[in-house]
């Protein structure tokens, strides 16, 4: 091949690069400041994000985001899960991202975040992120990497996250995920083209709303970029936060200004593909006796629902679904509907004909509206016990790791454990105290086991019960004056 061959066909590709490039670059999605945007599940240099909460202020007034839901990794993380302030005009609700043993759970709104861990157990986790004053969200329900593997009767979360944007980039092949880097120095916007449609999340959410009330969230996932592990200290700050912030977000009225917080726990908010446009409109309420009452709702009796979506110049389908099956659709810009039978009421709008959005995407999701809607009873804890055998209080001994101090005594029938637990490290994070009993017992006849105790301090204590090569876990709380 001639040099001048080579230049022509380099010179070809560029100019074809260009040319593609500035198709991407012409497109401008419709927008509206009707509403207060949010970001749901950031991360900050609190853990692994790039951006600093001065930085990513000032890249979320860049994308017009008013609010902005911390994520932090931790368990929970102590730096981020309880911050409440503004900066440079932006809100930060304080939250935490928190690996357990079925997946990942994403808190906001603690008030306080105790010593120890959330509990390897959903529901138990999900117990003391409330009993925090924190809202407990299911993360990446069918996530390649992280997905969620708990679905039990007794889980309830606060809410789910129906689209997590970073999930469909993970399962996209590398050549797609090659193109879109190629693509990024021209726009961002085109990053919606990766965005199936969440059929198994949405799926997951019904079922979660027959057992209670639980909300869906468009998760950002935004961390300011990317660490490459060939890159060593440095990074790439693409996608950035401004990029991730005005593809996808909540949407707020703006009457909710001072009380985000509480607007997010009632449900007042939807979740939207805002790269793909912005509502000049979206309303879903019931109607009642001269009354409006807003997504996140709970009304008895006789009501009518209406979902209204305004836009400048997009083609829209609306769709009105009971207990998660269809019951009315409309391209019009109001639906009404009377519902007749009991049970739980969301809509989604859809985009007919998008240059990015796949038409089977929400665009728009409402949070639920409850009529008359009578929950599956959550399982109890069946407490009728009797001993198996007793264990004399003197056979068992402390077992702990080399670092932790601990000590133990019993006196007059009674048991005492002293201990300190070594700072944990990233090195070596499970630092440990226990007391055990090397010996069998046999529990065959039994469905489980109930344990009580008392402890000067609140505290989360875990239990490990052996069967050869089989280990069974559990855990429970203890507080001060309390047995």
């Not at 490459?228 to 703006?254: E, H």
């Not at 409309?330 to 009377?338: A, H």
Request: with cysteine.
């Amino acid at each position: 091949m001639t040099r001048r061959r080579l230049l022509l066909i380099v010179g070809s590709a560029l100019i074809c690069y260009l040319v593609v490039g500035l198709y991407y670059a012409s497109y401008r999605p419709e927008r509206s400041d009707t509403y207060l945007w949010g970001a749901h599940h950031v991360h900050s240099t609190h853990s692994d994000g790039l951006g600093t909460l001065d930085q990513i202020a000032a890249e979320a007034r860049e994308s017009r985001v008013d609010f902005v839901i911390l994520s932090d990794h931790g368990q929970p993380n102590p730096d981020s899960s309880t911050i409440d302030t503004g900066i440079q005009g932006v809100r930060f609700i304080g939250g935490s991202e928190v690996a357990i043993t079925d997946g990942h759970l994403v808190l906001f709104g603690a008030r306080e975040v105790p010593r120890f861990k959330l509990p390897p157990h959903a529901s138990d986790a999900i117990e003391d992120v409330r009993e925090w004053g924190g809202f407990g969200i299911l993360a990446y329900p069918d996530d390649p990497k992280q997905g969620w593997r708990y679905w039990e009767d007794d889980f309830v979360p606060d809410g789910i996250e129906i689209v997590n944007l970073s999930s469909y980039l993970w399962r996209a092949p590398w050549w797609r995920n090659l193109v879109k880097v190629l693509i990024m120095p021209f726009a961002h916007y085109h990053l919606a083209e990766g965005i199936a449609g969440p059929t198994v999340p949405l799926q997951r959410w019904d079922e979660l709303l027959a057992r209670g009330r639980v909300l869906g969230f468009y998760a950002a996932n935004a961390h300011g970029g990317f660490s490459p592990s060939w890159a060593g200290n440095r990074s790439v700050s693409k996608p950035s936060y401004s990029d991730i912030f005005s593809l996808i977000g909540l949407g707020i009225d703006r009457g909710n200004q001072g009380s985000l917080d509480a607007a997010l726990r009632r449900g007042e908010f939807f979740s939207v593909i805002r790269g793909a446009g912005e509502p000049q409109r979206f309303d879903f309420r019931a109607e009642k006796n001269g009354q409006t009452y807003p997504s996140g709702s709970s009304i008895t009796g006789s009501a009518e629902l209406v979902v209204q979506v305004e836009t400048v110049d997009m083609d829209t389908r609306t769709v009105l679904k009971h207990d998660g099956e269809s019951v009315a659709t409309t391209r019009d810009n109001v639906l009404r509907f009377t519902p007749q039978d009991p049970g739980v009421y969301r809509a989604e709008v859809y985009l007919r004909k998008h240059r990015y959005l796949s038409p089977d995407v929400p665009w728009i999701l409402s949070n639920p509206i409850f009529v008359d809607a009578a929950f599956a009873p959550i399982p109890g804890v069946d407490e009728d016990c009797r001993t198996a055998r007793g264990i004399p209080l003197d056979e068992l001994r402390v077992e702990k790791d080399h670092d932790s101090e601990a000590s133990y005594s019993v006196q007059d029938g009674r048991a005492t454990l002293a201990y300190h637990l070594a700072q944990a490290t990233p090195e070596v994070v499970d630092r440990w105290v226990a007391v055990a009993r090397r010996g069998g017992i046999d529990l065959s006849s039994f469905r489980g086991f109930f344990l009580s105790g008392e402890s000067p301090d609140y505290m989360r204590y875990q239990v490990e019960i052996r069967s050869g090569e089989r280990r069974f876990y559990s855990s429970f709380k203890l507080y001060p004056g309390r047995y």
